[in-house]
C-alpha cells in the first residue's frame, strides 16, 4: 500500500510504475476511483513519451466490476487508487467505512495471493491530517509492505521509505524530483543535497556532514543564521532538526565552547528541507551555528562527522568508513571525526582525516578562537 498527502505525486508514480512493467510485457490493470479514464489518459500523456499499450484504465468505484475485468484481462499488476474509494455488492457500508475498506483490501489480498495465479497488486491509501494511514490499523498488517512518500507540494523533492517491508528492510529510502514530467530519480543525493560554491563563494554559515538514509550515505549541507535578537528571548527556528534538539546543541556551545548566544537567534535549516535524524550531524550543525555568529566561512573542502555530548567531546557514530568513501568519492579533502573513531587514515588516499577529541578543539583550530 502507498499513501501520502494529497498532491504528493502518489498516482503519478504508480502510473510510471504501471508503464515501465507493461513495456516489458506484462498486463497492467490501473482501477481508478477517484479519476475519469479522460483525466488518467490526460496525465499519462504529460509525463510519459508513450503510453504503453498493456495498460487498461478502468474508472469505478465498484470492486465487483475490477474483479470482472481481472477475470478478463488477465493482468500480472493491479493498481486499485484509492482503497478507500471501492466498495463490494454484498456490503451495504458506504465507501471508506472500515467495513468496506477492509472487505475490499482482503478481497484484493485472495487475489495477490491465488495460488494457481499470484499477482502483484498495489493499493493506494489516503492520509489522515495527522499524516497517518486512514482506515483502521488492520490495514497496515494485511499488506506486505507500507510505502510512504514524502515531501512538500511546494517543494520537488520527494522522499519514499517503507514503514513496513515483508520481503526486505526498511530502512531504504529513494528521492526523486517532481517535475512536469513525473517523478525523476535522484540517483546522486549527495549532490542535491548540497550548494556547489567555487573557493572564492564560500559564505559563512555553511557546513556539511555524511548522514545515512537507509544505507545510502549521503553528503548533507546545513545552514544557520545567527542575527541580533532585541527580545529577552531568543528565537530557535529549525527546519530540519527539532527545536529541543537544537536548544541542546546550543547550550553544549554556551558551556563547553564559552560562546554567548543570549541575544542572538538562531535558525537552521538543511539543503533540500531534508529532516535530519542522525546524531552523526551534530557536530556539522553545530560548526555552521559559530561560522555565522563569528561570520567566518568553513573551507568547502570539509565535512564533520560525529556526535557531540553533552561533556562537549565528540563521539564515534555508526559506518563511519562508509561515510567517509562518500566525502573521498565527492572530492572533499578534509573530514573531521572523533578521535575515538577507530578507522585508518591511511586507507584514504585522497581524504585527510582529522581527529579531534572535543568541540572546542575543533572550533578553534577553524576559528582560531
Not at 494529497?6 to 482501477?31: E, W
Not at 555568529?293 to 565528540?314: K, R
Request: hydrophobic share 35%; charged share 25%; aromatic share 6%.
Amino acid at each position: 500500500i502507498l499513501t501520502a498527502k494529497p498532491g504528493s505525486g502518489k498516482s503519478t508514480l504508480l502510473m510510471q510504475v504501471a508503464n515501465d512493467i507493461a513495456n516489458k510485457g506484462m498486463r497492467v490493470l490501473y482501477a481508478s476511483g477517484e479519476e475519469s479514464e479522460t483525466q488518467i489518459k490526460m496525465r499519462a500523456e504529460r509525463i510519459l513519451d508513450k503510453l504503453s499499450d498493456n495498460i487498461w484504465v478502468y474508472s469505478v468505484t465498484s470492486l465487483n466490476s475490477v474483479l470482472d475485468q481481472v477475470e478478463k484481462i488477465d493482468p500480472q499488476l493491479i493498481i486499485i487508487d484509492s482503497i478507500q474509494t471501492f466498495t463490494l455488492d454484498e456490503f451495504s457500508q458506504r465507501p471508506g467505512t472500515p467495513t468496506q475498506t477492509m472487505e475490499c483490501a482482503y478481497k484484493m489480498t485472495e487475489v495477490a495471493k491465488d495460488l494457481e495465479k499470484p499477482r502483484m497488486v498495489f493499493l493506494v491509501g489516503q492520509m489522515t491530517k495527522q499524516d497517518e494511514l486512514a482506515g483502521v490499523r488492520s490495514l497496515e498488517h494485511l499488506v506486505d509492505t507500507v510505502l510512504l512518500i514524502e515531501g512538500d507540494s511546494s517543494e520537488d523533492l520527494r522522499s519514499l521509505m517503507t514503514t513496513k517491508n515483508r520481503y526486505g528492510s526498511t530502512g531504504e529510502i529513494g528521492f526523486f524530483s517532481m517535475t512536469e514530467k513525473g517523478m525523476i530519480s535522484i540517483d546522486n543525493p549527495s549532490e542535491y543535497f548540497m550548494t556547489k560554491r567555487s573557493a572564492s563563494e564560500q559564505v559563512a554559515g555553511s557546513s556539511l556532514s555524511v548522514i545515512r538514509e537507509g544505507t545510502r550515505p549521503i553528503i548533507l549541507e546545513t545552514e544557520a543564521l545567527a542575527s541580533k535578537s532585541f527580545l529577552p528571548y531568543p528565537s530557535r527556528i529549525s527546519e530540519s532538526v527539532r527545536r529541543e534538539h537544537l536548544n541542546t546543541l546550543v547550550s553544549i556551545l554556551e558551556e563547553r565552547a564559552g560562546i554567548t548566544f543570549l541575544d542572538k537567534n538562531i535558525v537552521v535549516k538543511s539543503t533540500g528541507g531534508i529532516k535530519v535524524k542522525e546524531q552523526a550531524s551534530n557536530l556539522s550543525v553545530m560548526v555552521s551555528i559559530v561560522s555565522s555568529t563569528l561570520n567566518q566561512a568553513v573551507e568547502a573542502n570539509s565535512v564533520f562527522i560525529a556526535d557531540v555530548g553533552l561533556t562537549g567531546e565528540l563521539k564515534n557514530v555508526p559506518s563511519l568508513d562508509t561515510r567517509l568513501r562518500e566525502a573521498e568519492r565527492m572530492g572533499f579533502k578534509k573530514a573531521y571525526v572523533s578521535k575515538y573513531s577507530s578507522v585508518k587514515e591511511e586507507n584514504y588516499k585522497e581524504l585527510q582525516v582529522i581527529k579531534m577529541s572535543n568541540i572546542s578543539e575543533v572550533l578553534n583550530k577553524l576559528f582560531d578562537i
